[in-house]
């Protein structure tokens, strides 16, 4: 769904870091390289930290999986 959302709306940004961060969780490093680099193009001082500590996950642990999905997938820390 990720992807399919990406070929409609390219600069829906919450759904490119979802999608790269699912891809990398997967192991599909390129994929979600491709992504991070339209993520950077729209957003070029994202970083993973800060933003991910105002997420509204119930589970820390869950926060902290995907903010590490991201930077796995290639977006800086």
């Known amino acids: 769904y990720g992807l399919s959302s990406f070929e409609r709306n390219p600069n829906l940004v919450s759904n490119l870091r979802m999608t790269a961060a699912a891809l990398a969780g997967l192991g599909r490093r390129g994929e979600a390289r491709d992504i991070v680099e339209h993520v950077i193009r729209l957003e070029p001082g994202f970083t ?6 105002m997420q509204a996950f119930r589970d820390p642990e869950r ?3 995907y903010g590490q999905h991201l930077i796995t997938a290639g977006l800086p820390p």
Do not use: A, D, L, S
Request: net charge positive; hydrophobic share 35%.
């Open 48 to 53: 993973v930290r800060p933003w991910i500590q």
């Open 63 to 65: 926060r902290e999986r």
